[in-house]
């Protein structure tokens, strides 16, 4: 059985709040408001993505790296001179004033991360060093479209609904609703916990070593 899609939720948000058409606008709006609330509180596994760039000495500024849109946090970035077929290390992120932009030939310690838009790496890392940075994600509303599923329903939905149920309490002027969906969002809160700490344990049990050498 497919998962559901977003209309689907829409649609049992429309079912549930049973106010008609009234709210089909707002509905999705505060669906992702939803989202958005659970994805700044925790980091899911499901969330984790990769972005690859190598050093190209012919760009402007080859040590500047562009975050994408949905960048919350970092998680590890890995540099490589071999592609990581051989070996790799692992830079840490440092505060801006311990962050050495250093000159070519000078030893890589780590990246400064700006404003969350940029990252900056030392000038030692030599053209053509791949760059592996793992980060956190955010849900963006573009992949909330109606046809289009998410993992964030597979694993979360008595929390959206609950919390997407109390947030248009006041609009549709149901207070109690506050109090009434407060439970099924607690549990399904939960459950996302569980369905999170399930998926890292496979990870990490599913994990084999050899990529880092010395």
Same mark, same amino acid.
């Given at each position: 059985?497919? &998962?559901? !899609?977003w209309? %689907?939720?829409?649609?049992l ?5 049973? $106010?008609?058409?009234?709210?089909d606008e707002l509905?999705? +709006?505060k669906v *992702?408001?939803?989202?958005r609330?659970?994805?700044q509180?925790e ?5 984790e $993505?990769l972005?690859?760039a $190598?050093?190209d000495?012919?760009l &402007? ?5 562009e ?5 919350k946090?970092?998680i590890?970035l890995n540099?490589? !001179? !071999?592609e990581f #077929?051989e070996?790799m &290390?692992t830079?840490?992120m440092? %505060?801006?004033? &311990? *962050?050495?932009f ?5 030893p890589?310690? #780590?990246y400064w991360?700006? @404003? ?10 030599? %053209?053509?060093?791949?760059v592996?940075?793992?980060y @956190?994600? *955010? =849900?963006?509303?573009s992949?909330m479209?109606p046809?289009l599923t998410?993992?964030i +329903? /597979?694993y979360g939905q008595?929390?959206? +609904?609950g ?9 549709c002027?149901?207070p !109690?609703? /506050? ?5 099924l969002?607690?549990? #399904?809160?939960k =459950? +996302?916990?569980?369905?999170d700490a399930?998926? /890292?344990?496979?990870?990490?049990? #599913?994990?084999f070593g050899?990529l /880092?050498n010395?």
């Amino acid at each position: 059985m497919a &998962d559901i !899609t977003w209309k %689907d939720f829409y649609d049992l948000i429309r079912l549930e709040a049973n $106010k008609g058409s009234t709210l089909d606008e707002l509905i999705p +709006l505060k669906v *992702f408001q939803a989202v958005r609330s659970l994805e700044q509180n925790e980091s899911f596994k499901w969330n984790e $993505k990769l972005l690859q760039a $190598k050093i190209d000495s012919t760009l &402007d500024n080859p040590y500047l790296l562009e975050l994408p849109s949905d960048f919350k946090s970092p998680i590890t970035l890995n540099i490589s !001179t !071999t592609e990581f #077929g051989e070996c790799m &290390d692992t830079l840490e992120m440092q %505060d801006p004033e &311990d *962050f050495a932009f250093g000159s070519e030939g000078s030893p890589a310690f #780590g990246y400064w991360l700006q @404003n969350n838009r940029w990252i900056w790496l030392p000038k030692s890392l030599a %053209d053509g060093t791949s760059v592996a940075f793992w980060y @956190n994600a *955010f =849900t963006l509303k573009s992949e909330m479209a109606p046809e289009l599923t998410s993992p964030i +329903l /597979r694993y979360g939905q008595e929390a959206l +609904l609950g919390l997407t149920m109390q947030s248009l309490a006041a609009t549709c002027r149901e207070p !109690t609703w /506050r109090e009434l969906y407060e439970p099924l969002a607690s549990i #399904g809160i939960k =459950t +996302l916990h569980v369905a999170d700490a399930e998926l /890292r344990r496979a990870s990490a049990t #599913g994990s084999f070593g050899g990529l /880092r050498n010395g």
